[in-house]
Nanobody, 119 residues
Framework: QVQLVESGGGLVQPGGSLRLSCAASGVDFTINSMGWYRQAPGKQRELVAGILGGGSTIYADSVKGRFTISRDNTRNTLYLQMNSLKPEDTALYYC?????????????WGQGTQVTVSS
């Protein structure tokens, strides 16, 4: 049973920082990518940052230069360092894992962790 458990969300003032973590367990397939998505009220879920198996990364334009995604392969843990947070970063942040098992695609989501940026 694959489980993704996020942590690190919370309330922070504009300009502040948070570090999200996503611990993956029970992964029994080849991971092709891991990423962070977010969904604000009334908006669609969007990709925030992703990291591929080879280590290359992608970021949404809105977070470039402020957020950094990283992965600890030994602990199967994904991180998102968020600096210079803005009120518009307020959302529920989800961890995502995608991969292949016997040629079939597999995808899993965490339960989400709330990030609120407000003074």
């Amino acid at each position: 049973q694959v489980q993704l458990v996020e942590s690190g969300g919370g309330l922070v003032q504009p300009g502040g920082s948070l570090r999200l973590s996503c611990a993956a367990s029970g992964v029994d397939f080849t991971i092709n990518s891991m990423g962070w998505y977010r969904q604000a009220p009334g908006k669609q879920r969007e990709l925030v940052a992703g990291i591929l198996g080879g280590g290359s990364t992608i970021y949404a334009d809105s977070v470039k230069g402020r957020f950094t995604i990283s992965r600890d392969n030994t602990r199967n843990t994904l991180y998102l360092q968020m600096n210079s947070l803005k009120p518009e970063d307020t959302a529920l942040y989800y961890c995502n894992v995608q991969g292949l098992s016997w040629g079939k695609p597999r995808q899993y989501w965490g339960q989400g962790t709330q990030v609120t940026v407000s003074s």
